[in-house]
């Protein structure tokens, strides 16, 4: 069995963004990991996996928003397996 290619996408967004933005890309699906940058410098990498249950993500997203209110503008980078 091979597996999938795994292709990056990356998009510039405010602070106050994040986590809306974050919630998109899971309710997409196909997301195997989340990396939230400012500059060059990784602020949080938040890895998933199929079937990750919103209960789970819950507290994740409430230390991205709290992360989100400290930054002013962020990359996030995508992770996905086609």
């Known amino acids: 069995m091979s597996e999938g290619k795994t292709v990056r996408e990356e998009f510039r967004i405010s602070g106050e963004q994040v986590v809306k ?29 199929l079937g990750v249950a919103g209960i789970l993500l819950a507290p994740t997203l409430a ?16 992770e996905k397996s086609e």
């Open 21 to 49: 933005k974050v919630k998109e890309l899971v309710h997409a699906g196909n997301i195997r990991r989340v990396i939230v940058k400012q500059d060059n410098r990784t602020l949080m990498e938040i890895p998933l996996t």
């Open 63 to 78: 230390a991205l928003g709290a992360l989100a209110a400290l930054v002013t503008e962020c990359t996030i980078v995508v």
